[in-house]
């Protein structure tokens, strides 16, 4: 996933959370927070609540480049959300991330791609005081 240049579709089955001035081809739904670890702690503690998570399953790692691919599946249908994060260094001591999650199938997610990250987020940042 390229954030710079990810340009969003026109379905609203979308949610896309990035740091300011990354995304140049979109205009992100959130900014994402600076956590107060480094980027190799934020991306452990990343994929330790992916492991976690039920119905969510890690499809590619690149630990070099600091990203993730993930599946999340709904409940009911078992209808996969596709999710790709991108964790970066803000400095040496801090790190933020983007991450853009998507449904694979239907028109509309009424908002369950921006409740699971939002969520994600605001475990990451108690997990990260």
């Known amino acids: 996933m390229d954030f710079p240049t990810l340009k969003l579709g026109?379905?609203?089955n979308q949610f896309l959370m990035a740091p300011d001035g990354l995304c140049q081809a979109a205009i992100p739904h959130?900014?994402?927070p600076v956590?107060?670890?480094?980027a190799?702690?934020?991306?452990?503690r990343l994929l330790?609540?992916?492991e976690g998570e039920e119905r969510v399953s890690i499809k590619e790692i690149s630990k070099e480049a600091l990203s993730v691919k993930?599946?999340?599946?709904s409940r009911v249908f078992r209808?996969?959300?596709m999710i790709d994060c991108q964790i970066l260094p803000v400095d040496s001591d801090s790190s933020t991330l983007a991450v853009y999650a998507r449904a694979r199938f239907g028109y509309r997610d009424f908002g369950v791609n921006r409740a699971r990250i939002s969520g994600w987020v605001r475990r990451?940042?108690?997990?990260?005081?």
């Open 48 to 50: 330790d609540m992916a």
């Open 35 to 38: 956590f107060n670890v480094p």
């Open 70 to 73: 993930l599946v999340a599946r």
């Open 124 to 129: 990451l940042k108690q997990d990260t005081t």
């Open 79 to 81: 209808f996969p959300d």
């Open 40 to 44: 190799a702690d934020l991306m452990r």
């Open 10 to 12: 026109r379905k609203p």
């Open 30 to 32: 959130a900014e994402s």
